[in-house]
C-alpha cells in the first residue's frame, strides 16, 4: 500500500476539471497540477517536469491523461524514483507497461525499467466516455497495434497469444460501438478490457516493425501517436503475417475473418481513423528519410526487413492503398 503524503498530479490540459477534482480529494496530500505534457516526451519537456518534481518535494505522482501524460510521469520516475498511479483516459497501454519513451533530437528512445511501471492503476469507463470519438478511434487502434505484434514477438508464448487474442476480439466488437455512442459504459468497459490487455502484451513481449515505423514517425516527424498507430498498422500486419502462421491463424479467429490486413484498414476507416500519411502531413520525400531511420539499427521482426521493402511499406501507407490480404 502506498503512503504517500506530497502527490503531484500530472495531467493532459484537456483533463484539468478531473484533475481539480482529484487534487481537492487529496486535500493537502496534493502539491500540485502539473499541465506541461507534450506527446513523445521531447527531453526538454521530461527534464523540466523532473526539476519541478523536485521543487515541490513530491513523494509520488498521480497521472491522468493518454499516453503523454502517462510518459512524462514515467520520464520523471525514471529519475526519481517515484511511484505512479495511473488513471488512463484513452486505450493506449502505457498505464501496464514499464515501458517507458523520450524523444531527444528528433529520435524517439524507448527502454524497459520497473521504477517506471505504475504501482496503481484506476479504470472508469466515464472518463473515456468523455473522448470524441476522433480521438477514441485512433487510440483503440494503438491498442489493437500492441495486441497485433505481440502475437509474432520474438518471446510470445501461449498464453500472451491467448491474451492477445481475446484482446483483439474484443477491441474489434467495441471500438465501433464506442466511437457511435461514447455514452455506452458496457462498450467503454470492454474498450478498457481489451486496451488493459493490450497493455499487457506490451510490457510483455518485445514489438516488431509496426512499432518500430510508428517510433521513427512520431519522433522525427512528429506525428501523433495514435493516429500514426491508426494508419500504420494494417501495412505492417500485411507485410509480417506471411512469415507468423500462428499469429495469422489467432488473428483469423478473433476477426472471424481471413483478409486481416484489409479488415484492419476497414476497421478504421469505420471509426474516423486518419487512413493514410498523406492526412497526418508527411510529404513523399520525407519516406526515404522514414524507411533509412526505420532500418538504421537491426531488431526482430518475423520477416526481415529491408529498406527497399519498408519504403514500399510507407509508400502504400501515404497513399492509402488498401493492404492485402
Request: glycine letters at 10%; aromatic letters at 4%.
Amino acid at each position: 500500500m502506498l503512503d504517500r503524503r506530497r502527490l503531484l498530479i500530472i495531467v493532459s490540459p484537456s483533463h484539468a476539471e478531473t484533475a481539480a477534482q482529484v487534487a481537492a480529494s487529496l486535500g493537502d496530500r496534493c502539491v500540485g497540477i502539473y499541465d506541461k505534457v507534450v506527446q513523445h516526451v521531447p527531453a526538454a519537456v521530461a527534464a523540466a517536469g523532473v526539476a519541478h518534481a523536485r521543487s515541490v518535494e513530491a513523494d509520488g505522482c498521480v497521472a491522468i491523461g493518454g499516453g503523454s501524460a502517462i510518459g512524462l510521469a514515467k520520464a520523471i520516475a525514471l529519475e526519481t524514483g517515484l511511484p505512479i498511479i495511473a488513471v488512463p483516459t484513452t486505450y493506449s497501454g502505457s498505464e501496464m507497461t514499464a515501458v517507458w519513451g523520450i524523444t531527444t533530437d528528433g529520435v524517439k528512445r524507448t527502454g524497459k525499467d520497473e521504477r517506471v511501471l505504475p504501482r496503481s492503476v484506476v479504470y472508469d469507463a466515464g472518463l473515456t466516455a468523455t473522448l470524441p470519438p476522433k480521438i477514441a478511434g485512433p487510440s483503440g487502434l494503438n491498442a489493437l497495434a500492441h495486441l497485433v505484434e505481440g502475437l509474432y514477438a520474438q518471446n510470445a508464448n501461449p498464453m500472451m497469444s491467448t491474451l492477445a487474442q481475446e484482446g483483439v476480439r474484443a477491441i474489434a466488437r467495441a471500438l465501433p460501438r464506442v466511437c457511435a455512442n461514447p455514452a455506452d459504459l458496457d462498450a467503454q468497459e470492454e474498450m478498457l478490457y481489451g486496451a488493459c490487455l493490450a497493455g499487457i502484451l506490451l510490457g510483455s513481449t518485445g514489438m516488431s516493425l509496426h512499432h518500430k515505423l510508428c517510433h521513427t514517425l512520431g519522433g522525427t516527424f512528429n506525428t501523433p501517436h495514435a493516429e500514426t498507430h491508426a494508419v500504420v498498422l494494417p501495412y505492417a500486419t500485411a507485410f509480417n503475417l506471411p512469415a507468423a502462421t500462428d499469429a495469422r491463424h489467432r488473428l483469423t479467429v478473433a476477426l472471424g475473418t481471413e483478409a486481416i490486413a484489409s479488415t484492419i484498414h476497414a476497421l478504421g476507416g469505420a471509426v474516423g481513423a486518419p487512413r493514410s500519411l498523406r492526412e497526418l502531413g508527411l510529404s513523399r520525400e520525407d519516406l526515404d528519410r522514414a524507411a533509412e531511420i526505420a532500418t538504421r539499427t537491426p531488431y526482430f521482426n518475423p520477416r526481415p526487413v529491408t529498406r527497399d521493402a519498408i519504403r514500399q511499406l510507407l509508400e502504400d501507407a501515404y497513399h492509402g492503398v488498401v493492404p492485402s490480404p
